[in-house]
């Protein structure tokens, strides 16, 4: 979940540079560099930075799944095992350069060579907080970049991806909202996220090989991912399989907004980790804080959960809810939504501080207010957490992620013409409420 509209190309310029300079921070970012690569033997020290984006012809291997790649090796006449191989030197290793994967046969690095490559993304800026989050703004074409930001906590690291160009769902609160919606980003791209910083942060503290640097993946960032569906299986499973990234299907979690036919087949084909943005308790109010509500309303979301259980690595399902001033937080609505889940729908409240941008018209919940929620949720048996900002100073909170989005499809405007008004009770003097 992103964004208020807040650039972060430091020079305005006019398009995206199509070859960032390799271990050098871009201009605009107030991030440290980025190290340079040795160039010595070995897995290269750098990922590649997608110079190959304009004019590339090769397929992009990071575009498959093992057993995509595997199908892509046979039709050059090659076993699997090969492609495990290759697969492995990908994302295990972070190696883009064939000529580097020493024990694949020559044939087949020639092979290689000459119909694909391994094409991560360039990066347009890096910026490091003082908590340690850092946010890298990645270029996606013809005007458009995307934002992955990585949150290390004591125990782990999380990597909140970005799974479209825009969105074209229209939460009021979500910057990306407001932006309107590119395009899908390939798995390649989606993918690209997690190879890149994996292997980034790997190298900047010199981990013990099999010792890994996200064990969290969130698909939070810019985007409905499962209205991105066909490029976000295969990724998932890159995500996950014990050749690639092999992170945990708890740890791997699925960010949507309510797209209901898609919860029911992800439960079958990849099952998750699920959080559903709900923030309000009713489909009236709902309905203007999240239009795809009125396609499918809470009722048939709730039933889809319920059926996802089934299925999931974990025994509940995670409800996000974006606190909003006077909309959604009063000890009403917290004891509606405890009548709407209660056992219905085994679950956890996760409380989201909103961050305020002009053109939402909404405003932040007092501190106050969120606790009170939380705890009257925590009384009557939901556990409930309220999520702790990270990265205030680099603007990787929570909703403001800021990529660039070329609205093609007019998404923002007519979601603006569809836009209902939202009720918002009047703040009472002195409730500390923040604009
Ligand atoms: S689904 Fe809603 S919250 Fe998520 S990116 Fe799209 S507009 Fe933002």
Request: net charge neutral; with cysteine.
């Amino acid at each position: 979940m992103p964004s208020p509209a807040q650039p972060l190309r430091g020079s305005g310029s006019a398009g995206p540079s199509q070859e960032p300079p390799r271990g050098e921070a871009t201009a605009g970012s107030l991030g440290a560099p980025v190290p340079r690569g040795s160039g010595s033997a070995g897995p290269s020290q750098e990922p590649p930075r997608g110079e190959a984006t304009a004019g590339s012809l090769g397929v992009n291997l990071l575009d498959f799944d093992l057993e995509g790649l595997a199908a892509f090796c046979a039709g050059l006449g090659e076993k699997r095992f090969r492609a495990v191989q290759l697969y492995r030197w990908m994302h295990q290793k972070g190696e883009h350069d064939f000529g580097r994967m020493t024990d694949l046969a020559q044939s087949l690095r020639r092979k290689l060579a000459g119909v694909a490559e391994v094409r991560g993304l360039p990066v347009l800026s890096e910026h490091r907080s003082a908590d340690g989050t850092i946010k890298w703004l990645f270029d996606v074409g013809n005007g458009n970049a995307v934002e992955t930001v990585f949150i290390p906590e004591t125990d782990r690291g999380t990597l909140c991806v970005s799974s479209q160009a825009g969105c074209a769902v229209g939460c009021r609160f979500c910057s990306t909202g407001h932006q309107g919606f590119s395009r899908n980003l390939a798995t390649g791209e989606i993918v690209a996220q997690l190879w890149f910083a994996e292997h980034l942060l790997r190298r900047e503290r010199r981990l013990a090989p099999g010792e890994r640097a996200i064990d969290n993946v969130v698909m939070m960032g810019m985007g409905e991912p499962l209205q991105n569906y066909a490029a976000l299986v295969p990724a998932l499973r890159t995500m996950l399989d014990d050749h690639g990234y092999g992170l945990s299907r708890r740890r791997v979690t699925v960010s949507t907004s309510g797209v209901v036919p898609m919860i029911d087949r992800l439960r079958g084909d990849c099952p998750v980790a699920l959080a559903v943005s709900l923030h309000a308790p009713d489909d009236a109010l709902r309905d203007g804080l999240v239009p795809i509500n009125r396609k499918y309303p809470i009722a048939e979301l709730l039933d889809a959960c319920q059926r996802y259980l089934e299925a999931a690595p974990r025994d509940f399902i995670t409800f996000e809810y974006c606190m909003l001033d006077g909309v959604n937080d009063s000890d009403a609505q917290a004891d509606a939504l405890l009548q709407l889940v209660r056992g219905r729908v085994p679950c956890k409240f996760n409380l989201i501080p909103f961050n305020p941008f002009p053109a939402s018209g909404l405003r932040r919940s007092s501190a106050a207010r969120v606790a009170a929620f939380a705890a009257r949720l925590q009384d009557g048996g939901i556990v409930t957490t309220v999520r702790r900002t990270r990265g205030d100073d680099i603007d990787a909170a929570c909703g403001q992620l800021a990529g660039e989005v070329q609205d093609r499809t007019n998404a923002a405007q007519r979601l603006a013409q569809r836009r209902v008004a939202i009720p918002v009770r009047p703040a009472p003097s002195g409730s500390g409420a923040a604009a």
